[in-house]
Nanobody, 127 residues
Framework: QAQLVESGGGLVQGGGSLRLSCAAS????????MGWFRQAPGKEREFVAA????????YYADSVKGRFTISRDNAKNTLYLQLNSLKHADTAVYYC????????????????????WGQGTQVTVSS
């Protein structure tokens, strides 16, 4: 059974960095678009970043552009999210997701097409 498992979350001071990983198992996700989403307490889940199956194209939410970097290693079936210059507003549960087809990013329906989701990893940034 296909599964995505996030890791790397934790508590960090404002301005600090974290690296999240998303390990895929049960199938090869090298042909899938992969994305990161997050959900803060009391808020809806929101898009963070996406990467094409080859890793040649990326897309970021404005709120994280220039601070976060999405990458993937298809040989390891693993997705990454480097989080730098963290702010208290970045505190959330971070989820990775995968979809086989569709646009890299859809402004109207950012979660459309994502068939596989991880269970999430908590990132807490102290102010």
């Amino acid at each position: 059974q296909a599964q995505l498992v996030e890791s790397g979350g934790g508590l960090v001071q404002g301005g600090g960095s974290l690296r999240l990983s998303c390990a895929a198992s049960g199938r090869t996700f090298s042909s899938y678009t992969m994305g990161w989403f997050r959900q803060a307490p009391g808020k809806e889940r929101e898009f963070v970043a996406a990467i094409s199956w080859r890793g040649s194209r990326t897309y970021y939410a404005d709120s994280v552009k220039g601070r976060f970097t999405i990458s993937r290693d298809n040989a390891k079936n693993t997705l990454y999210l480097q989080l730098n210059s963290l702010k208290h507003a970045d505190t959330a549960v971070y989820y990775c997701a995968a979809k086989l087809s569709g646009a890299l990013y859809s402004d109207s329906s950012p979660e459309d097409g994502y068939d596989y989701w991880g269970q999430g990893t908590q990132v807490t940034v102290s102010s």
